[in-house]
């Protein structure tokens, strides 16, 4: 074969293979939804507060939010994860503005999926010891980690106390707080409060069948797979 042959041989190679690695690009941009907001990170603002409230529900917000919306989920949820994943740094962004709260109501079914048989009624329980702290953005980085990067795969391993305290000593929460959860002070309340979330939710879905994420405002339920939705919720 002469090396005129070769060359042109090898540039229509290079011709075809970029053809495949745009393509590539183009397939995996139009195969779902983007990240919203995507670098924003979690709230940011010292202004919003995380209150814990005695029924388990966890309220991040400006005390003078316009609107508060209640989101359903499971630690162990995947879609819950992507939830976060796609929509998490928008909704901290609403928050930062005094735009939106967020009433977290934390469920435990998947409890029976996770390696420790208790890992959701375990990180509601961290979840708790966090936001009792009461500082919005390290419960809005706690709650990042714990759905994003560190959330664990159902049927599989999942997350110590010591773990889940290590992130949220990564998110900025101090000592006390760390103990609550390496200790599971408050595991057993966490059960209960899981228990109070499910309720709500069949309440909210009126019969329908109960999943996470679910997200509620008001009593009307919103639907997620509208890439608008935090945009319109917040107003």
């Known amino acids: 074969m002469s090396s005129r042959t070769s060359y042109a041989l090898g540039a229509v190679a290079l011709v075809v293979i970029a053809v495949i690695v745009v393509l590539v690009v183009r397939w995996n941009s139009d195969s779902g939804p ?22 388990g529900a966890i309220v991040l917000g400006k005390l003078d939010a316009a609107k508060t919306i209640d989101l359903y989920e499971d630690p162990l949820c995947p ?6 994943h796609l929509y998490g740094q ?3 962004h609403k928050i930062d503005e005094g735009k939106l709260a967020v ?41 990042e980690l714990l759905f994003t990067t560190e959330q664990p795969g ?23 707080v760390a103990q609550c959860i390496s200790k599971g002070q408050r595991v057993d309340s966490a059960r209960n409060h899981a228990e109070a979330a499910l309720t709500a939710l069949k309440a909210a879905l009126g019969g329908k069948r109960v999943q996470t994420p679910t997200v509620v405002d008001g009593t009307k339920e919103i639907d997620v797979n509208n890439e608008e939705w935090v945009a319109q919720v917040a107003g």
């Open 34 to 55: 983007s990240v919203r907001d995507d670098g924003y990170g979690p709230v940011h603002d010292p202004g919003v507060h995380a209150l814990l409230d005695s029924d």
């Open 79 to 84: 879609a819950c994860g992507s939830l976060e």
């Open 90 to 92: 928008e909704i901290a």
């Open 103 to 143: 009433r977290y109501r934390l469920v435990n079914f998947l409890d029976s999926n996770s390696g420790s048989k208790d890992y959701s009624s375990r990180a509601v329980a961290a979840s708790e010891c966090v936001a009792d702290y009461g500082d919005g953005p390290v419960y809005s980085k706690f709650h």
């Open 154 to 176: 159902e049927n599989g391993g999942d997350l110590s106390n010591d773990k889940l305290s290590a992130l949220a000593e990564q998110a900025g929460a101090p000592d006390d």
